[in-house]
Each structure stands twice: as C-alpha cells, then as structure tokens.
C-alpha cells in the first residue's frame, strides 16, 4: 500500500466506482430516521465554482455522510437556481440563449462538485427554468392568488433604470439595486404582489421554533419591524389657536364633515405633548386643505413635495440629515385636550408607514425636538424622571418616569398612563390599540424575460383570470430578442403568439407579460427535492411529509431578509391549505463564513484611467503583477470572478489533492467564521493526509479484521488500553464536532489521535493486545475519516483487506467508560503532614496537582499567614508544600 497521500492515483478511480454503484442514490429505507440536510442552491455562473462556494458544500457533505453512516435516510440534494437577472445578464452579455447557456453553466457546476467528491444525489436535480418545475410554481401562483395572497396593483415602485425592471424592497440596499448599484427611482407601474403582510405576525412568533443564528432571526424580527402602539384620529381644526375666527368651511368642496387624518404613535402616553402634527409630503390630506391656501402657501408645498420624490426612503430617514418641511396653515385638535395645533409636511414621515400622519411629540421624541428647534415649535414636557433629583435633558425618553403636564393623568406611570389612555380611545371611539409591520408585501413581477410566467390572463373585459390549472405550465416562449425594452414592460409584451389568448368566455385576451423574480421560484424547491420527478403533483404528501422539515440547511447569511423570509411565508401558506404538515421549513440553519483573498487594489491618480472592477480593483492578478508593486496594494476581499482573485476546485484539487482541499476547508478556520485563503497552506491537509496513510501502512502488519472478537477489554496491556481510550474519545470527538458544526475541531481531533497513537506505539512492537487495539484504531480512523476525506477513506479501507465502500459501513459507536480516564488519589502534605486526599487523573502533571493541592480547602488553614517555600511533586502519589 501507499505511504503517502497521492491523490491522482485513487480520487478519481473512487469517484468512479461511487457514480457506478449509484452510492449517494436517495434511499427511504423504512425503520431508518431520516436526514435532510441541504445547501442553498445556486445561480450557477458562467465563471463556475471557487473554493470560496465549497465552503458550505463540503462542510454539509460531511454532516450528511456522517448521518448516513449513522443509519439515517438522507436526502442531499442539489440543483440550480437557474431564472432571475443575473442569469439573464449574463445571456445578454455573451449573446447566448438564457437555457442553452444555464445548462452548461450547471453541467460545469456539476462536474466540479463531483470533482471534490459531494454526495449529491444527481438524480434529484433539477433547474429552476425547467418546465416540469415552474409548472408548479405557477400552480402556487394560483393557489395563493385563490387564497387572496396575490394582487395587481398601480404601484409606485423601486425601478432599476440600468436593469430595467422593478425591485422588490429587499433587493434595494442604501438606495441602491442590490445588483448592481445602480441608483433605484420611483416609477408608478401595476405590479403583482403577494400579500406576505398577512403572515408578519405569525413570521415573527415562529422564529422561537427554529433552531437559526440569532442574528439572522434578529434581522428577520427587524425587517418584519412590529410597533404595538395606538391608532387615532385627530379632527382639523375649524379655527386657528390665535384667533376665534373660524375658517369659511363653506368654501370648501368636501365639508359635509369634518376633515379627519389618522396617527399611529407607539408612545399615546405623552399625547399632552403633542405641540404639533406632521404629515408625509404625499399624504392625501394635503390635497383636500389646499383650496385653504393661499397661493404663496400651494407653491411652496407643492416645491416641497416635488423635492422629496428625488430622495430615496434611506435619505429621508437618516438622523443626521438637516430636518426641513413647511407649515399648511391649517391646525388640527388634540383630542386628549381640545387644543388646537399646527399641521405641518415633512420628509422624515414616510406615507409607506403606519397612517402617514405622526402626533409630533418634541419633549420626548429626537426628531421632533429637532424639527421644533428648527422652526421655532412648543416643546413640552410630559414626562419627568422618576427621582425628581436627577435633571433631564430634552428630548427625554425614558419609559419608566412619571407623569406630568398631563391633566388627570399627571403621576402615573407611563405604562399605567398607556393603559388608561387606550381605554379612553377606545371608549369615545376616538381610536384603539393598533399594531404596525414594517413590513411590506412582496413585490413579485418584472418586467423582464428571463422568469417564470405569471399564469393570469386579461381577459377582453379587463378581467384578471387564471390560466385554467390543466392549461399549465404557460411556457416561456423562446425568443430571440429578449433584452429589456425600458419602457416598463417586459419583452414578451412585444411577442403576439405568446401575448394573445382566449380569455375563459373564448374571447381574445391578453397574457400577463411580467415574469416572475427569482425568489418565487426558490420559495418551494426544498419541497420539490422530495418528490422531483412527480408529474401529476407539486409533491406527494407522503414524501413531503416524510422528509420535511430541512433538518439542517447552510448558505450565507445575505438572504436574511429574502430568501429565507420568502420561503417561511410560502412553506406556511401551503401549510394552511393542508398540502404540508410543516409550518416552518428549515429547522436549523447554518451560515457560512466567507472566503477572502488577496486582491490587487491601487486607486486611480487624478485624470488616470485604470482598468479596474469593483472600488478600484485591478481586473486581474496578471496585470497587477506586472504593474510597479509599490502602486498597488494588496487588499482581503471576498473571493469573486469580477475581482480577478478567484482559486477554483479545479486547480486546488490539481495542486493538492481534493481530500486535502476537503480538509483544509474544514479545518483553516470554524465554519461560520471568514477565511484568509492561501493556497500554500493546503501543504498542511497534505501532511497530515501523508502521515494518515503512513500510519495505516505501518499498522498493516498487525491489523487484524477480527479485532472485534478476541478483544477483552480487562486483559488489555496498558499501552493497548490507552490506544483505546484515545480511538473512543477521537471518534466521541469527531461525532459531536461535526453534530455541532464545529469541523475544524473534528479535522484537529484527527490531527490529535494521530499523534497520541504514534506516542503509544512508539518503538515497540506491539504484543496481541495492543495489535487488537490498533486494529481498532484503524478502522475507526479511517471511518471517522471518510466523511472529510472520502476518497482517501476508502483507499486506506481496501488496503487492509476491506470490501467495499466507507459510507456503507456504520459510523464508529464509542464507549463513554473507556473514554473515562483512570482517576487516583494522591495524598496532600504540608510540611510532612497529611492535611487532605485529592482526586485527579492518571498520569497528572505537577503543575494540575499542585493547583489542586492549593485550593483544597482542608489544605488552606495550614497555609494561613505563611509563605510556600517549595512544593514536592511524586506523580501519582504526593503533592508535599513546604510552608513557613
Ligand atoms: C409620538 C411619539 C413620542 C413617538 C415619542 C415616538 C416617541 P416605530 O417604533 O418605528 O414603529 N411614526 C409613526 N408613523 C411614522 C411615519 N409614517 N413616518 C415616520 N415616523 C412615524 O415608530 C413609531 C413612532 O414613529 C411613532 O410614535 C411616531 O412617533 C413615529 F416620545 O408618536 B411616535
């Protein structure tokens, strides 16, 4: 046998015979638990896969391997997020045919997973794009459209004026296309939603459920955003606080009744505070009091009004942007004290939120103190600090003081005076408790070809209609040209045999051309792996049931807010029309860290042009190598395409072998943690693979198969017994590691066993005891091995004689009592007297012995008041302080 790790002679040879004996086949064995353990599945790009995705690949490997060993059905599936921009882009780009292009983009995706040994089973696979999926995600379209969840409607939207379609909130971070940094206007356009504001509750409630990093869950808790708080509506007023005069309401169109506006306040304890109101620049009640304006007055709001539609919702919202807004002259009523106060406009109140009208409140709320400091408003306080001693600053708040300035409420507690005053709104009616979300439904259509077709007819009467469901799926026509036309409609507007249908009374109707983003179509594709190649069904119950909940599911943490929010809103939708027993998806989530490299970076001299991507990076590591070193610096980036800075599988595997790639992505740094790459360090997987095959190897001549057998555990020698304790607590270890995620500590744990062996054995020839117990050690190793390092695993198996394949074999069980060191006790001195007994570990150095000694606390009073002079140390026997 080998001694070494030589890669390219067996890690292809295995690969082989896995793929011939169909080993990583789905198998749904009765009487077996089952496992699901899943990676996010991917847009598969044209420039293929790095090191960098491999990242969360293998480390899911390794779990689903060590689960089936464990005696679990796994399913490990694998396919492509094929529809969506990016895909699209890059057709455009290289002049391809978007599903001639996806397909080979995934074949190469494919080949290169394989290449590093995935257990995916390939036979699950599937694209987003293939008919015989997004048959079905227009299926869910129209059950969600059944259950009132889907909607038309005239929007004003995000617009990617260089992507040329709408975005959904989520996909605009800081104002920007998430894509492609592109400045996002407005533009009003009827979009598809889905009415996931439905679900914000029961989103939030059910994070408690699931087993996710804490961040993620707090950035789906934010995103969702709930305020309990208060809803009521204030009364214009019809006179102004100066003047009894009342205004000549005659004049005005609508004033059979009163004007009224509704504000949502999350704080009604300090409504005595209220000095004035203000009201987004789009509020509709700006138009009904305008004809109370004189020009000047209608001018300015109408040139203030005008300007905020040029800032994003993030400009608007930033605390430190200078406060502005203008007077409408007209003044509204508090209802807690019938005072009359001035309404204002002002950017900082967004329309999209809770009324779009606040209660101003400048005592105790930062912007509206800001914005009365400006323009010269009341400010009161209503709220004083508990112990009258400590001063306050304005604005105050603090939810724990008491009341003040507020009539009969003064000298409660917030939280009392809160209580009182929802039971006062809602007594005259004038509002009640209300709870707001953040946030929005979930903009769905664009204007965009590469997507799944909406399945909805407009019918000649203007009707919307679903496409009957024996009609489905509405196929996306092939097209030749399918680039965006800008003119906010999607290509397939322009393509009359897909544009012209018969409506359900057989008249001519007209197809929805907007396609479908992305994320509808990896809302449900976990679903799908568990039954993909139904044809009469979106799934089978029976195997949906069977395999859901994702047991453990690893991506980045990027899709917080998206993809993961998306997918819990369909999976419940689906729960309450009964297709599902599950109400959330993925029971335990996983986010990897990122992989960096070192990119060459040099930002470019006044009036220089450089050939540069991404924030002044150079295009590519050639070009900066050839450049001056001093001129460039070299920058830790993620490790992409566009950066020039890309390690493939390809070259590593090439390089250094794909179980030392394995290894080494494993084990350089703890999974969720971000990674420096460099790629001499895999030199450090290839040793220890060396050293693992040169164990074996000098094991073989006293390996025995039958080890199980003859072994007594009592008449072990000492050295024997100590190589099984060390194979015990190696394979306790490495099970939890891997349980945990903790790979890095799994691939040390190897690192550690190996060595302890060598020390046992040292230069001994082993007697029949200690052979036995290396007999086991071997084995052991090489399967604990095998989910990290498969191909390497099953060479060293067949070297000693076995048959067959690791992942067949059972996971290594380990006995807790052997693991259990041998405790002995050891007599504590002080100055030649026995003052206590201590009980420590065999073998125990002086330094653990004699901080045991120290801290006996039968030990201490014989130390009191004296100084430790010297401390004898007889291993296993006697710790002696001598003290005085
Ligand atoms: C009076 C008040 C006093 C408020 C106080 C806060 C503190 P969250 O917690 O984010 O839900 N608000 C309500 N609607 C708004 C809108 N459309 N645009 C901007 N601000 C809006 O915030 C709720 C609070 O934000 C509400 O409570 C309201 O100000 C403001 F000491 O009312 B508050």
């Not at 699931?210 to 305020?227: F, L, T």
């Not at 005592?363 to 004083?384: C, N, Y």
């Not at 895999?682 to 198969?705: C, I, S, W």
């Not at 691939?747 to 190996?754: C, P, R």
Request: proline letters at 6%; charged letters at 25%; a negative charge.
């Amino acid at each position: 046998m080998p001694d070494r790790y030589e890669p390219s002679t067996f890690e292809s040879k295995w690969q082989q015979r896995w793929k011939e004996a169909d080993l990583f086949l789905t198998r749904e064995e009765p009487g077996r638990k089952k496992f699901y353990g899943m990676d996010f599945f991917p847009y598969p790009s044209g420039s293929g896969l790095s090191v960098g995705h491999c990242k969360n690949y293998v480390p899911t490997d390794v779990i689903c391997r060590m689960k089936f060993m464990q005696g679990c059905n796994v399913l490990h599936p694998m396919g492509f997020d094929a529809f969506g921009l990016p895909a699209e882009n890059e057709a455009i780009k290289t002049k391809s045919d978007p599903a001639e292009m996806i397909e080979r983009y995934a074949a190469n995706y494919r080949r290169q997973m394989e290449l590093i040994g995935i257990s995916y089973d390939w036979s699950r696979s599937f694209a987003s794009c293939d008919p015989t999926y997004y048959k079905w995600t227009q299926w869910i379209f129209e059950l969600l459209y059944k259950r009132g969840l889907a909607y038309r409607k005239l929007a004003e939207v995000n617009w990617c004026p260089k992507d040329k379609t709408a975005l959904a909130n989520e996909e605009v971070v800081g104002g920007l296309c998430e894509r492609c940094g592109t400045v996002v206007e407005k533009r009003s356009i009827p979009q598809w939603f889905f009415k996931i504001t439905d679900y914000a509750q029961r989103l939030i409630d059910d994070l408690e459920a699931v087993d996710w990093p804490e961040g993620i869950k707090a950035q789906q808790r934010n995103w969702i955003g709930r305020s309990a708080g208060a809803q009521f509506s204030m009364s214009l007023a019809t006179s102004t606080p100066n003047s009894s005069q009342p205004y000549d309401l005659a004049s005005e169109s609508n004033v059979e009744r009163p004007l009224k506006f509704d504000v949502f306040t999350t704080r009604i304890d300090t409504i005595f505070g209220m000095t004035f109101c203000v009201l987004a620049p789009e509020h509709p009640l700006i138009g009904q009091i305008e004809s109370r304006m004189d020009e000047e007055r209608r001018q300015a709001i109408r040139l203030y009004r005008d300007q905020a539609k040029l800032l994003s919702d993030v400009a608007r919202l930033a605390t430190d942007r200078d406060k502005t807004g203008v007077f409408t002259g007209s003044f509204a009523t508090n209802p807690a004290n019938g005072k009359n106060i001035p309404i204002w406009i002002a950017d900082y109140v967004m329309l999209g939120y809770g009324t779009g009208a606040i209660m101003a409140v400048p005592g105790h709320d930062a912007r509206d103190f800001e914005f009365a400091q400006k323009f010269g408003l009341e400010i009161i306080q209503v709220i004083s600090p508990e112990n009258p001693a400590s001063n306050c600053t304005l604005p105050f708040d603090a939810k724990d003081g008491v009341m003040i300035n507020s009539g009969e409420y003064d000298g409660l507690s917030v939280s009392d005076c809160q209580k009182k005053l929802l039971d006062w709104l809602e007594r005259t009616s004038i509002g009640a408790a209300k709870v707001q979300y953040k946030l929005r439904d979930w903009l769905i259509s664009r204007q965009r070809y590469w997507g799944c077709p909406i399945p909805i007819i407009h019918s000649a009467e203007g009707e919307t209609q679903l496409v009957a469901e024996s009609d489905l799926p509405v196929y996306l026509p092939s097209i030749e040209h399918y680039e965006p036309s800008g003119d906010g409609s999607s290509p397939l507007a322009y393509n009359p045999e897909f544009v012209n249908v018969t409506d359900r009374e057989g008249k001519l109707g007209r197809r929805e051309t907007d396609t479908m983003g992305g994320f509808a179509c990896s809302s449900w594709y976990f679903l799908r792996f568990c039954d993909p190649h139904n044809e009469d069904q979106a799934w089978s119950p029976d195997k949906a049931n069977y395999w859901m909940p994702v047991d453990c599911y690893v991506g980045g943490a990027e899709h917080a807010v998206m993809h993961l929010l998306y997918a819990r809103f369909w999976t419940k939708v689906l729960y309450d029309e009964e297709l599902i027993t599950v109400s959330e998806p993925f029971q335990k989530l996983e986010n990897q860290g990122q992989v960096l490299a070192l990119t060459p970076y040099r930002t470019a001299r006044p009036g220089e042009t450089l050939d540069v991507g991404e924030e002044g990076i150079l295009t590519s590591f050639e070009e900066a190598g050839a450049l001056p070193t001093s001129e460039v610096a070299w920058k830790w980036t993620r490790m992409s395409k566009s950066k020039g800075n890309v390690v493939t599988p390809d070259e590593a595997k090439e390089a250094y072998g794909a179980d030392a790639l394995r290894l080494h992505l494993l084990f350089v740094a703890p999974f969720e943690a971000d990674v420096l790459w460099k790629n001499e360090e895999m030199q450090g997987t290839v040793r220890f693979l060396h050293r693992v095959f040169k164990f074996v190897e000098n094991a073989l001549p006293y390996f025995d198969p039958d080890w199980r057998g003859p072994i007594d555990f009592e008449e072990l020698s000492e050295p024997a017994k100590e190589m099984r304790r060390a194979t015990h607590k190696l394979i306790k270890k490495a099970t939890e590691d891997i349980e945990r995620f903790a790979f890095n500590t799994y691939v040390s744990a190897m690192m550690i066993f190996l060595k302890t062996a060598q020390d046992i054995l040292g230069i001994r020839i082993p007697d029949r005891s200690l052979a036995l117990a290396l007999s086991e050690a071997v084995e052991s190793l090489i399967l604990v091995l095998s989910a990290g390092a498969p191909h390497s695993a099953d060479e060293l198996w067949s070297s000693i004689g076995n048959e067959g394949f690791t992942y067949l074999m059972p996971w290594p069980d380990y006995q807790e009592k052997l693991i259990e060191e041998d405790l002995i006790t050891m007599a504590v001195q002080v100055n030649g007297k026995l003052r206590d007994t201590i009980s420590l570990p065999k073998g125990a150095d002086n330094a653990t012995a004699e901080l045991a000694a120290l801290e006996s606390s039968k030990v201490s009073p014989y130390l009191e008041g004296k100084a430790v002079r010297k401390i004898i140390f007889v291993p296993d026997k006697l710790v002696n302080i001598v003290a005085n």
